[in-house]
């Protein structure tokens, strides 16, 4: 079993992307619910606060949603991605990216040295503008 150079990670085959499809539109749609019912988060916050820190609350709940749309426009992307074939492929140098980041990152679309080139506001931008 030595066939293949072991420089560059193998790109992701059928079998896992098609694994990865799943855990991402599980994902999609546990965070499409949360972002549906918002107040439901700031019920919970409050709970644990007293009436002055309930605002607080509120404000907390808010930036949780926000990160969860934010992961939520991530998620579609790759979904996107994985229709046009070019899911596992690095949106920065075109190589592979190693199936350990997607595992842990089954949404990112460009590998870990090309994301420390790019803030992640940036890629984000770009990547929503060019499946837009
Ligand atoms: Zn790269």
Redesign the pocket.
């Given at each position: 079993m030595k066939s293949r150079s072991k420089q560059e990670a193998k790109p992701v085959n059928r079998r896992q992307i098609l694994a990865f499809q799943r855990r991402l539109e599980k994902l999609r749609d546990n965070l499409s619910g949360k972002i549906r019912r918002p107040e439901l988060i700031a019920e919970r916050q409050t709970e644990l606060a007293d009436q002055a820190a309930a605002t607080e609350g509120r404000n907390l709940a808010t930036s949780l949603v926000e990160n969860n749309h934010k992961r939520l426009q991530y998620i579609k992307v790759a979904l996107q991605a994985m229709r046009n074939r070019t899911y596992g492929i690095?949106?920065?140098?075109?190589?592979p990216?190693p199936v350990t980041r997607l595992n842990a990152v089954p949404w990112a679309l460009?590998?870990?040295?090309?994301?420390e080139n790019q803030s992640e506001q940036e890629t984000f931008g770009e990547d929503i503008a060019a499946f837009a």
């Open positions: 690095c949106s920065g140098c075109k190589k990216i460009c590998c870990v040295s090309c994301q």
